[in-house]
Structure formats: C-alpha cells, structure tokens
C-alpha cells in the first residue's frame, strides 16, 4: 500500500490534492435549546467546495481576512479534521481511509501559544513529542540535537521553554514539526508576533533551509502580503471560505504591492457577488 500510494505522487507529482471539499461544524446549543429540540442542530460552514492541488516541493500560501476558513484548511489537509464532503489526499493517501500514514508525512507548526510544557527545557519537549511519534532513542535524542541546531537552538537546548522568547518558541515548533521528517510542513502565521528582525530571521530559515535546502512541500497561512510574495511561489485566496483566487507569484507584477492590489481586487470582487 505504501509502495502504491508513494508511486502515485511520484508520477503525477501532485502531494496535495483536495476535491470539492467542505467542512460544517455544528454550533453549540444552550440548554433550553437542547430540550425543547434536542435532535435539531444548526451548523456553520468554513469551507465550501474547495478544489486545490498543491505539487511535491512548492510552497504555497494562504491569505484571507480572519475568518475565513484559513486554520481549517491547514486542519483538513493534515488529517487533523475530516472534511463534512468531499476528499483530501496527501501523498497519495486519503485523509480518511489513511489518516495514520497521513500524519506520518505531514508536520504541523500551528500558532498556539501554550502548545509546549514550559516547565520542561527545549530538548526535553522534542524527546517528549518525538516519543509520541514513536521515534526511539537514541535517534530520537540525536534528531533532536541536529533540529535545535538547524533552527539555532543548541545553545538553549537546557534551558526552559518558559525562559523562550516568542522568536524562540516559534523555532522550537519548527523543530517539532521536522522530528517525524515529514514530507509536508503546514505553517499557521509562522511569524504572528514576532518583532521585524525575528521574523525576518524565520522566514530565512523557511526559505533557506526548509524549502531550498530540503525541499518540503510548505502550506503557510499568513495576513502579511510581503511575506507571503516572499516565501511562496503560489497564493491561494481565501473568502468566507471558498478559494476566490490562486495565482503565482511568478505571474504577479510589482512584487508585495502587486500581490496587495491583486488581493484587494479579489475581496472586492468577492463583496460585489455576495451583494
């Protein structure tokens, strides 16, 4: 089955591929609701129909206003969720069929701020999670020491996460997302509070080393143009979550303030359809 599914994608060189997706969660009830009609439940729509296809080693961004569907996206492509319709594959395997060879190729390094045990040093947060990923020492501990190392962490290897700063945090979630050496990384707003020189310093590292120097397939939701015209090679433009747009940078005149305008014109086109 692996041999199959690994075949698949070398041959049509698609690693991502989600078809007429949609995701409903159901809202919660108060209790009076819950006893007058126990069995009627009411549901919000994030995504609506979405078609993407995302190929072996690109890097892909995700705009759109909050809101939009943009976290639930990242959620069902790495088989966090299963979409209400339609199908999401990933290397070959279906999200639903195949989550755990799913989440064997996809690294996750979501923008939570309590997503680590703070009382516990940097290295002993990657050993704990690697252990939850079945990685077995001492590869695990020598994974561990070449990641910290890759994201400029070696030297606060010991120290406490709560000692980290936001800059460091993030690194250290990149480290996590690559213990598994996941064929995927999905970023959700890798630089979200960061000051100017630190996430100039991580989209380096993004770009220099993740995607140039190892080659993953990058999904990376962010509200910053600059940065998206920076890393990625292909916008997706999301809007009360449909795709209403995706485009190359490559094919976008002016740089950041070409990609601004042409994200403007696609909100606005957007709001004229839903008046």
């Known amino acids: 089955m692996n041999n199959s599914a690994d075949s698949s994608t070398a041959a049509t060189g698609t690693m991502i591929a989600l078809e007429s997706v949609t995701m409903r969660y159901p809202l919660p009830m108060r209790y009076r609701q819950l ?24 890097c892909v961004g995700i705009l759109g206003p909050n809101g939009a569907g943009k976290t639930t ?16 594959a990933v290397g070959g395997y279906d999200t639903c069929r195949d989550n755990p060879a799913v989440r ?16 516990m040093t940097g290295m002993q947060n990657l050993e704990f999670f690697g252990a939850l990923d079945n990685l077995a020492n001492p590869y695990l501990r020598r ?23 936001c800059g460091m945090r993030q690194r250290l979630a990149i480290a996590r997302g690559l213990l598994a050496e996941p064929a995927v990384l999905i970023l959700d707003e890798p630089t979200k509070s960061l000051d100017p020189l630190g996430a100039a310093s991580l989209r380096s590292l993004i ?18 143009i600059a940065e998206a015209m920076e890393l990625c090679e292909k916008i997706v433009i999301l ?21 601004a305008g042409h994200y403007r014109q696609a909100m606005e086109q957007t709001e004229e359809t839903r008046c």
């Open 35 to 58: 006893l007058l009609a126990p069995l009627r439940r009411r549901y919000v729509t994030a995504l609506r129909g979405v078609n993407l296809e995302v190929r072996a080693g690109e």
């Open 73 to 88: 996206l990242l959620k069902v492509i790495g088989g966090l969720l299963y979409p209400s319709e339609g199908s999401v």
């Open 104 to 119: 064997r190729q996809v690294g996750f390094v979501l923008n939570e701020e309590r997503s680590f045990y703070w009382r």
């Open 143 to 165: 994974r561990a020491t070449e990641l910290l190392e890759l994201v400029g962490l070696n030297y606060a290897a010991g120290s406490r996460v709560s000692d980290y700063s």
């Open 207 to 224: 770009s220099r080393e993740l995607h140039a120097g190892f080659g993953k397939t990058l999904v990376i939701a962010t509200h910053h």
């Open 239 to 259: 809007s009360g979550g449909r795709i209403v747009d995706c485009v190359y940078t490559r094919d976008i005149p002016g740089g950041a303030n070409g990609l």
